[in-house]
């Protein structure tokens, strides 16, 4: 009775999990890969343990269903390598990222800002500048694209295989402050500092306090020659000294930031105020 409770667990175990039916069966790990061969291939010694084991267990039907099953396995076992390798780490990689939304440069506008040369912009998609370790700025007057701008290149990355981490300069310097405050300071510079791509959207938006414009040095120096930034920003390099409260620590950042960084500077009109426009317009055509 016992051994044909047992026959019935591995009949059931067979048709849910092939690979279970190996160590159930043998003990043994059931594929040897030949350094040539692309594949798996069950030995000939294991097989012929497997027959052995099947035909004592009143299994005929396993060992002739052997080959198939093993077939099944290597199949399963090829798709799921595949998956976690490729599919899994580039979705994370975009889920924790942060990004407002995942647009490319295919999708941009470029005749909305004639002034803006899209071989400079489209240079940024290439990551030549991750790769160099080195940092893209993009400054402009509000609405004038720049987020939008910055994202396209942090989605390539994402694609790349580089962990990228998007956040306002406002968001990441309230969450350092905050955690300072609770002796969790070095914890949560982690944040910032371990994504290979770092983007700090509206610089210039808020004037910081000198303590506040200590952390935001803190995180710029030591990505340094480490790692990337890509920033947005309203206001000209002239005036971040207004914008981080003094001059000195708005030099020594900007020392190290455009050391190895493309700028790229957008004048042209609003996309937002455009759209506000084009409502105003279809509006008064109703009326």
Same mark, same amino acid.
């Given at each position: 009775?016992?051994?044909?409770?047992?026959?019935a667990?591995?009949?059931?175990?067979?048709?849910?999990?092939? &690979?279970?039916?190996?160590?159930?069966?043998?003990?043994?790990? +059931?594929?040897?890969?030949?350094?040539?061969? /692309?594949g798996?291939?069950?030995s000939?010694?294991?097989?012929?343990?497997?027959?052995s084991?099947?035909?004592?267990?009143?299994?005929?039907?396993?060992?002739?269903? &052997?080959?198939?099953?093993?077939?099944?396995?290597?199949?399963a076992?090829?798709?799921?390598?595949?998956?976690?390798?490729?599919?899994?780490?580039?979705?994370?990689?975009?889920?924790?990222?942060?990004?407002?939304?995942?647009?490319?440069?295919?999708?941009?506008?470029?005749?909305?800002? +004639?002034?803006?040369?899209?071989?400079?912009?489209?240079?940024?998609?290439?990551?030549?500048?991750?790769?160099?370790?080195g940092?893209?700025?993009?400054? /402009?007057?509000?609405?004038?694209?720049?987020?939008?701008?910055a994202?396209?290149?942090?989605?390539?990355?994402?694609?790349?295989?580089?962990?990228?981490?998007?956040?306002?300069? *406002?968001?990441?310097?309230?969450?350092?402050?905050?955690a300072?405050?609770?002796?969790?300071?070095?914890?949560?510079?982690?944040?910032?500092?371990?994504p /290979?791509?770092?983007?700090?959207?509206?610089? /210039?938006?808020?004037?910081?306090?000198?303590?506040?414009?200590?952390?935001?040095?803190?995180?710029?120096?030591?990505?340094?020659?480490?790692?990337?930034i890509?920033?947005?920003?309203?206001?000209?390099?002239?005036?971040?000294?207004?914008?981080?409260? *003094?001059?000195?620590?708005?030099?020594a950042?900007?020392?190290r930031?455009?050391?190895?960084c493309?700028?790229?500077?957008?004048n042209? +009109?609003?996309?937002?105020?455009?759209?506000? &426009?084009?409502?105003?317009?279809r509006?008064?055509n109703?009326?």
């Amino acid at each position: 009775m016992a051994l044909l409770n047992r026959a019935a667990a591995v009949r059931v175990e067979v048709g849910r999990r092939p &690979l279970s039916v190996y160590d159930e069966l043998t003990g043994t790990r +059931p594929f040897t890969t030949h350094p040539h061969a /692309g594949g798996s291939q069950l030995s000939e010694l294991v097989s012929t343990r497997i027959r052995s084991t099947a035909a004592k267990l009143g299994l005929p039907h396993l060992a002739e269903s &052997l080959n198939q099953y093993a077939g099944r396995a290597d199949e399963a076992k090829r798709a799921t390598s595949t998956s976690s390798i490729w599919s899994w780490p580039r979705k994370s990689l975009f889920v924790l990222s942060k990004l407002p939304h995942h647009k490319t440069l295919d999708e941009y506008d470029f005749s909305f800002q +004639p002034e803006l040369d899209p071989r400079k912009i489209k240079d940024l998609a290439t990551l030549a500048f991750v790769e160099a370790k080195g940092n893209a700025a993009l400054l /402009g007057p509000p609405g004038v694209g720049k987020t939008r701008i910055a994202v396209a290149p942090s989605v390539a990355a994402c694609r790349a295989g580089f962990s990228v981490y998007f956040t306002t300069l *406002d968001d990441m310097v309230r969450q350092l402050e905050a955690a300072e405050a609770t002796g969790r300071l070095n914890s949560k510079l982690r944040t910032y500092l371990r994504p /290979g791509v770092l983007v700090v959207d509206e610089v /210039g938006y808020q004037p910081l306090e000198r303590a506040e414009a200590n952390l935001v040095f803190q995180v710029i120096s030591k990505h340094y020659e480490r790692d990337s930034i890509i920033l947005t920003s309203n206001k000209t390099f002239s005036e971040w000294g207004q914008v981080f409260g *003094d001059e000195v620590l708005a030099t020594a950042i900007l020392d190290r930031l455009l050391h190895h960084c493309d700028v790229v500077s957008i004048n042209g +009109p609003s996309y937002r105020l455009k759209n506000r &426009l084009a409502a105003i317009e279809r509006d008064a055509n109703v009326a």
